[in-house]
């Protein structure tokens, strides 16, 4: 008769795949209908972006718009339906192709455009009242449309732009300017994201490689040509040297993969999703460590944990939804309910619905307190540097604050235009303006007869020089043939 195994190795030969984390419970709660934005003309654009930006004050979504582009800025008390005729933003002569909010000053917003232009809006106080088409700057410096812009994470008034020109323009705001040109891209630019302290940047690009730059110098500090697993967007993940990016396997299934940003060689794991062809969106949130998967044109959230020892990637659960998102705008950390215990929260763009649906990630707790541990210190709304400290090489972590109740204090910094003058715009000695295309009929057709007045005044200018040429060529062979003064 045999032994019965005791308990001990029963217990040893049953191992659970359990893992002990306050984030397992995480559940998504979506907002009431009337806690919706309603009625809201949603951009058709094909364009892989979100098309939406939000921060505490303000909710800004890229409108479907006959001629030019634009976007409706509403105060997020606004919620329930829009009116038809709700004032917009509207300066754009091309369909605008993103759009971010300044970290740091509320009331400004970044945008950019077919027209080949980025530029600075800032929101009166309680939202549009008429429709604005005056920008407190306009920026010139791409030669073809702009697909990206980018603020930089810990320093005021510093902008990144990435053109289907195929290059990154670093923009300095206190003078309107760009000042630095990021030359290292051979294809349109897909994704920029920035570490914790803005010295790094990583990009993916066309061209299948996923790149990590030095922003300042534009230096390629590390490069992944990716065969197997077809890059679409990337996002540093926090302060742990680790990089996260989306695409699609050989086989066509999507995938993630995680990276050593000091050696991209080749991705510490990847891992297969399934088998849908839409772009998917990775979110991460430092705070917390956890990070969101969404898939463009289905209607799921998966959620995961990171953790710094292998397997690197636990997966938490997925919340589900029949309606498919074409973008998805998050909540910085400042603005979110910490009394309800939420962590995140995303705006949902829904195309077919006019619709924009706020989604709450909640850790379930029992408790009415603040919940110290799902909260720890986070990046404010305060710049630790400014542009000339930045542009001189100094790096600095974020200036972080506490969300517990009445900490909460409204940023001091206000916009100042600078007051600029017509003149060449030079960065690595290229004129950017020289390249600049016509955005309208009418500049075409006045570009078009400056072009033949020049060419005209050069052809007369050549031939004037060709007869002074044949004049100088003379006198020189009537000098040679004289004969010499003794």
């Known amino acids: 008769q045999k032994a019965k195994p005791s308990a001990f190795a029963l217990q040893m030969s049953w191992r659970p795949q359990y893992r002990s984390s306050k984030f397992r419970n995480v559940y998504g709660k979506v907002a009431s209908r009337e806690h919706c934005f309603d009625?809201?003309?949603i951009t058709k654009n094909v364009h892989d972006n979100h098309f939406c930006a939000v921060n505490a004050r303000f909710l800004a979504i890229v409108t479907e718009s006959a001629g030019g582009g634009s976007f409706l800025v509403i105060p997020l008390e606004q919620t329930g339906r829009i009116e038809p005729n709700y004032p917009k933003v509207c300066g754009h002569q091309g369909n605008v192709?993103?759009?971010?909010?300044?970290?740091?000053?509320?009331?400004?917003?970044?945008s950019c455009s077919e027209d080949t232009s980025v530029r600075i809006w800032?929101?009166?106080?309680?939202g549009l009242k008429r429709n604005m088409t005056e920008a407190v700057l306009e920026l010139y410096g791409h030669s073809r449309r702009v697909g990206?812009?980018?603020?930089?994470?810990?320093?005021?008034?510093?902008?990144?732009?990435?053109?289907?020109?195929?290059?990154?323009?670093i923009w300095n705001l206190d003078i309107g300017e760009p000042v630095k040109m990021i030359d290292c891209h051979t294809d349109v630019i897909l994704c920029m994201s920035f570490n914790t302290d803005g010295s790094l940047l990583a990009t993916t690009c066309k061209d299948k490689k996923l790149r990590v730059v030095e922003p300042r110098s534009g230096r390629v500090l590390?490069?992944?040509?990716?065969?197997?697993?077809?890059?679409n967007r990337v996002v540093f993940l926090g302060s742990t040297k680790r990089l996260?990016?989306?695409?699609?396997?050989?086989?066509?299934?999507?995938?993630?993969?995680?990276?050593?940003?000091?050696?991209?060689?080749?991705?510490?794991?990847?891992?297969?999703?399934?088998?849908?062809?839409?772009?998917?969106?990775?979110?991460?949130?430092?705070d917390t460590h956890m990070l969101y998967l969404a898939g463009k044109g289905d209607g799921n959230i998966r959620y995961y944990e990171?953790?710094?020892?292998?397997?690197y990637l636990s997966y938490l659960m997925e919340f589900r939804s029949p309606a498919p998102q074409k973008g998805l705008g998050v909540m910085p950390k400042h603005g979110l309910d910490v009394t309800a215990c939420e962590v995140f929260r995303f705006y949902k763009l829904v195309t077919l619905k006019g619709l924009i649906e706020p989604i709450s990630m909640i850790v379930p707790?029992?408790?009415?307190?603040?919940?110290?541990?799902?909260?720890?210190?986070?990046?404010?709304?305060?710049?630790?540097?400014?542009?000339?400290?930045?542009?001189?090489?100094?790096?600095?972590?974020?200036?972080?604050m506490s969300l517990k109740e009445g900490y909460k204090k409204t940023s001091k910094i206000v916009f100042k235009a600078p007051v600029r003058e017509k003149r060449s715009v030079v960065v690595n000695g290229i004129d950017l303006l020289e390249n600049v295309p016509p955005r309208t009929e009418n500049e075409l057709l006045r570009m078009f007869f400056r072009q033949q007045d020049e060419i005209r005044r050069l052809k007369d200018e050549l031939s004037q020089k060709d007869i002074r040429i044949r004049q100088l060529q003379l006198e020189l062979k009537n000098l040679r043939n004289s004969p010499k003064n003794n």
């Not at 800032?122 to 309680?126: A, F, K, M, S």
């Not at 590390?222 to 077809?230: D, G, L, M, T």
């Not at 050593?260 to 991460?284: A, N, V």
């Not at 542009?387 to 090489?393: F, H, Q, R, V, Y």
């Open 39 to 41: 009625g809201i003309p």
């Open 97 to 110: 192709l993103d759009i971010k909010w300044n970290p740091f000053i509320e009331n400004i917003i970044a």
């Open 122 to 126: 800032e929101i009166p106080e309680g």
């Open 148 to 169: 990206l812009v980018e603020w930089h994470p810990t320093t005021n008034n510093i902008l990144f732009s990435a053109g289907y020109d195929y290059k990154v323009l």
């Open 222 to 231: 590390q490069e992944a040509s990716c065969k197997n697993h077809r890059v």
């Open 244 to 286: 996260l990016t989306t695409g699609v396997s050989r086989w066509n299934t999507r995938q993630i993969a995680l990276w050593d940003q000091e050696d991209l060689s080749m991705p510490l794991i990847e891992e297969e999703i399934d088998g849908l062809s839409g772009l998917l969106f990775p979110f991460y949130d430092a």
């Open 306 to 311: 990171i953790g710094s020892e292998k397997p």
């Open 365 to 400: 707790r029992r408790s009415e307190t603040y919940q110290e541990d799902i909260y720890p210190m986070t990046p404010g709304t305060e710049p630790a540097l400014t542009p000339d400290e930045w542009l001189s090489g100094v790096n600095r972590d974020p200036i972080l």
